[in-house]
C-alpha cells in the first residue's frame, strides 16, 4: 500500500545519499584530497555544537585517512589565529586562546561557550560531583553538613553537567550522580583526570584542609532518594 512503501523509499533515498557522499575521492589527486579531508573536518567541528569524535570525523573522509594527522595539520594552520582545535571530552572542538579572553569579556559579545547560570552553591555540589562520583545526594549532604535539595539537584541536571549513575550499594539502592560529556566539554577537559587535584585548591584557599568525604558510600542514603 501506498502508506507502507514511503518509508521504505524514504530508507532507499537515505542509502543512495550516503553512497552519493563521495568519501575517498579517489579522482582527486594525493594533495587536494588531504586538502578536502581538512576542510571537511573542520566545518564539522565549527558547525558542532558539541565535541566532535574521531568516529564522526571518520564518517567524512577515506578509510586511509589518519585522523590524528589531520587535526596536526589542522592546529599548524591555526597556529596564527585567535582561537585554536582543543581537545576536550573525547573529541575536539575550536575555542578562543586565553590570551583574547579579557577581549571577549569587553565586547560583551554572546559567546557559544557560556556556562548555564549556577548558583555558587549549585557549582559547589556540581565540584562535589565531579571529584566523589558516583555520589549520592545523602552523601552529598554529608560533605556540605546540610541537605541538598532536590531543587538543587535537579538544577544542576537540566545544566546538563550531571546525569544519574548506577544505584549506590547501600540500603534502599539510590540514584547515584555522575558528572556529563557536556561538563568535560564546558570546563575545556579531556577527561576527569584533567580535574584540578584537590590539593592544590586547598592551597588556594578554596578547601578547607579536611577531608571532604572519606567513604562516597558510608553514609546510609534515603530509600526513596531519586
Known amino acids: 500500500m501506498a ?34 579531508w581538512m576542510m571537511r573536518a573542520e566545518a564539522v567541528i565549527f558547525a ?26 589542522l592546529r599548524l594552520e591555526l597556529a596564527g589565529r585567535p582561537y585554536e582545535l582543543v ?3 573525547g573529541g575536539w572542538q575550536h575555542r ?8 571577549i569579556r569587553a ?3 554572546p559567546t557559544r561557550g557560556v556556562r548555564a547560570a549556577l548558583s555558587e552553591f549549585e557549582m559547589m555540589v556540581l565540584m562535589a560531583v565531579g571529584y566523589y562520583q558516583p555520589i549520592t ?32 550499594p547501600t540500603p534502599g539502592a539510590p540514584y547515584t550522580y555522575v558528572t556529563t560529556r557536556h561538563f568535560l566539554s564546558t570546563f575545556g577537559m579531556e577527561t576527569l583526570r584533567d580535574l584540578p587535584d584537590i590539593e592544590a585548591l586547598e592551597d588556594a584557599g578554596l578547601l578547607g584542609p579536611e577531608p571532604l568525604l572519606d567513604d562516597p558510600f558510608a553514609a546510609d542514603a534515603e530509600a526513596d532518594e531519586e
Do not use: N, Q
Open 3 to 36: 502508506g507502507s512503501s514511503a518509508p521504505r523509499g524514504r530508507k532507499r533515498a537515505e542509502k543512495d545519499g550516503e553512497r552519493l557522499f563521495d568519501r575517498e575521492l579517489e579522482a582527486l589527486p594525493p594533495e587536494l584530497r588531504w586538502r578536502e
Open 48 to 73: 558542532s555544537a558539541e565535541p566532535v569524535t574521531r568516529d564522526m570525523l571518520a564518517r567524512v573522509v577515506g578509510k586511509d585517512c589518519s585522523i590524528d594527522l589531520l587535526i596536526e595539520d
Open 87 to 89: 581537545s576536550v571530552a
Open 137 to 168: 545526594r545523602a552523601d552529598l549532604g554529608r560533605i556540605f553538613g546540610k541537605e541538598v535539595s532536590r531543587d538543587t539537584i535537579a538544577a544542576v541536571r537540566s545544566a546538563g553537567f550531571i546525569a544519574s549513575g548506577p544505584r549506590s
Open 107 to 109: 565586547s560583551a559579545a
Open 96 to 103: 578562543s586562546r586565553p590570551a583574547y579572553a579579557d577581549a
